[in-house]
């Protein structure tokens, strides 16, 4: 199982801005990365994802304030959000489909998430 390293988040004020990264060492390749999110009591659901050409997906709560970028050669990517809310206060999961060794069929794997909470 890949360990996902997951960095970023903690305690931000409303308006300002946070950056999540999320890695993947030891793999062949990345198919696609990114990241969820679950408040409390919600569902989790889709902030952000990349495949490795680059094609990204947002949320439409999120887009317009919300960039993910991928580092192929790191097995990284990152999402920087800007203008955030207490909207976005939750638990954010990194989620990656990747592919281990070149012989390896493709799997997933979710991060253990990190904490990110706006205050008002």
């Known amino acids: 199982q890949v360990q996902l390293v997951e960095s970023g988040g903690g305690l931000v004020q409303t308006g300002g801005s946070l950056r999540l990264s999320c890695e993947a060492p030891g793999i062949f390749r990345i198919n696609i990365m990114g990241w969820y999110r679950q408040a409390t009591g919600k569902q989790r659901e889709l902030v952000a994802t990349?495949?490795?050409?680059?094609?990204?997906n947002y949320a439409d709560s999120v887009k317009g304030r919300c960039t993910i970028s991928i580092d192929n050669a790191k097995k990284m990517v990152t999402l920087e959000m800007n203008t955030v809310e207490p909207e976005d206060t939750a638990v954010y999961y990194c989620f990656a489909n990747i592919r281990r060794s070149p012989i390896a069929t493709n799997s997933q794997t979710w991060g253990q998430g990190t904490q990110v909470t706006v205050s008002s």
């Open positions: 990349i495949t490795s050409d680059g094609t990204t």
